[in-house]
């Protein structure tokens, strides 16, 4: 499969008052159709960053991408105009918000803001709109969608609004989906409602999605590959499959250990509480020399508090950037 | 009998808008007189009869005559309209003016927004008294010039309103989502940003009114306005000012139309606040 998004070497600079750092460092990843790439990392790893950036959201001047290439059908958006960034997104690159109750206009019917998008970049009319958003209203399981198309945003409940929005992200059938931590502001229950329902629309689309999100629950049950994110950079990036059986980064497999399973509580261990992982994430503008998982690391020896260890293939399509890897299945 | 009421959520009850109800009846009477005051009025605003000068209210003149015999009341049903269509065209065109430069200055910022804001503090500075005094010795006292003045008056304070609420709701994820689906900046502020502002715009705006009628039958009092002898009320103010103390009710009547005018903006603006934003008290 070729890739239909390629990351190259992205780097996020950020300005807050007196000092500048990379909020996103040397980031390679691709995408390819069909396919559901996973961002995973702790607040504050550059995740969101990343897909601002892809988005070209960056708050400049503030933030702004200071090197790399963000190749999209043979296009670097990293370095597009303002115009034609205008007609691919919406319409060739759709964005997931994370906020249902904030990202819809509460002013303005939800079927006219989706009909909206829709007109704008497939010029049909508001006839053919509207018919348009009642379908896709109905792909993403919204009930009654012919009344629902008049109502307003106050009138929906969370699990609905975000189903809007899903619906608006996909009403020009884009190429690539960004959803960003789609489902963490809703309740439990609806969460894997929306799940089942992003994940069958994005397969019937076919779009190329990166997937952000903090819950390695939600990338257990979505995604294909994943790539974890740590201090601005990808430290491990595998399929799912193998990053559950065989994590190789320390950082990973502390994040995996820190997962409750039922199954286990029967047998719980001695101190019956979570593994979790000692201290805090370094400040991105504090950075260690060497590797920046070092300080937390129970692995870690010299080399690593000295040298930065690079991205480099383990097995196969798995990657991690470890001096030390973790053993086991591989 | 087995009659099931059905259980209803109990739907909070909000007292009747008093002030909304009162506006909405006086202004529609004030709309009336200004569009058909030549049909209402009991006698022609203009004819003078100098056998009934300064006359008391009596029957054949409800509220008394002036000082060249002209019927007060009939004066005070024509002269709705100048007083009326002025302060609504300030505010309309104070509205243009205002929105526009406060939506542009908020929505992009930056050099612009630094032009825009230099434009309104100067304008600022200038009182409206000294600009409609301007005006009138170029152009002459007019009606025209008077709604000019007074809407020079209203738009720095309701471009810094707009610019504020603007500056808010650019940050809402609603308009980061607009921008994600490819939509223009004029299509974003006309369509995402400035349909939320509009609540704050509308009572701001009908407050103006209540302001312009004030302002209005100052500035006509002072003469710099609709001149004599059109029945405008804060001519006949000023016309009738040599008579305060021969004859009051000169003075009284146009006073009090002035009064429930302001009034009746004023409880319009209120009530609408009461209406859309139930949180803040009035």
Partial sequence: ???????????????????????????????????????VGESGSGKSMTALAIMRLLPEPVARISKGRIL??????????????????????????????????????????????????????AAAARRRVE??????????????????????????????????????????????????????????????????LQAAVGAATILITHDLAVVAETADRVAVMYAGRIVEETTTERLFAAPQHPYTHGLLGSIPHIAEAGRATERGRLAEIPGTVPALWALPRGCAFAPRCPRARQRCEDERPPLSDMAPGHRAACWYPMKGAA | MHEVTPARPARRRRGVNVFLWLGVSLLAVFALLALFGEVVAPHDPNAQDLFAMLEPPSAAHLLGTDNVGRD???????????????????????????????????????????????????????????????????????????????????????????????????????????????????????????????????????????????????????????????????????????????APHLVIAPGIAISLLVLAFNAFGDGLRDVFDPGSSS
Avoid at chain 1, 98 to 125: C, F, I, W, Y
Avoid at chain 2, 107 to 123: A, H
């Fill in chain 1, 1 to 39: 499969m070729t890739p239909l998004l390629s990351i190259q070497d992205l780097t996020v600079e950020l300005s807050a008052r007196d000092r500048t750092f990379d909020a996103v460092s040397d980031l390679s990843f691709t995408v390819a159709r069909g396919e559901v790439l996973a961002l």
């Fill in chain 2, 72 to 246: 007060i009341l009939s004066r005070i049903i024509v002269g709705t309209r100048y007083t009326l269509s002025i302060a609504l065209a300030s505010v309309l065109f104070a509205g243009i003016g205002g929105v526009a430069l406060g939506a542009i200055a908020g929505y992009f910022g930056g050099v612009t927004d630094r032009v825009v804001t230099g434009i309104i503090d100067l304008l600022l500075t200038v009182p409206n008294i000294v600009l409609a005094i301007a005006i009138a010795s170029v152009a002459g006292s007019s009606a025209t010039g008077l709604t000019i003045a007074i809407t020079a008056s209203f738009i720095p304070p309701l471009a810094r309103l707009v610019r504020g609420r603007v500056i808010e709701l650019a940050q809402e994820d609603f308009v980061a989502a607009s921008i994600t689906v490819g939509m223009s900046h004029t299509r974003i502020l006309l369509r995402h940003i400035l349909p939320n502002a509009a609540t704050v715009i509308i009572i701001e705006l009908s407050l103006n009114a209540g302001q312009a009628v004030l302002i209005g039958s100052a500035l006509g009092f002072l003469g710099l306005g609709v001149q004599p002898p059109a029945p405008e009320w804060g001519t006949m103010l000023g016309a009738s000012r040599e008579y305060l103390t021969m």
């Fill in chain 1, 72 to 125: 999209f059908d043979e296009l670097d958006l990293a370095a597009a105009s303002e115009a034609s960034l205008r007609s691919i997104r919406g319409n060739r690159i759709g964005l997931i918000f994370q906020e249902p109750m904030t990202s819809l206009n509460p002013s303005m019917r939800v079927g006219p803001q989706v009909a909206e998008a829709l007109r704008l970049h497939k010029g049909l009319d």
């Fill in chain 1, 135 to 200: 379908e896709i209203f109905e792909q993403v399981r919204i009930p009654d969608p012919k009344r629902r198309f008049d109502d307003y945003p106050h009138q929906m409940s969370g699990g609905m609004r975000q189903r809007v929005v899903i619906a608006l992200a996909l009403a020009c059938d884009p190429d690539v989906l960004i959803a960003d931590e789609p489902t963490t502001a809703l309740d439990v229950t609806t969460q894997a409602q929306i799940l089942e329902t992003f994940r069958d």
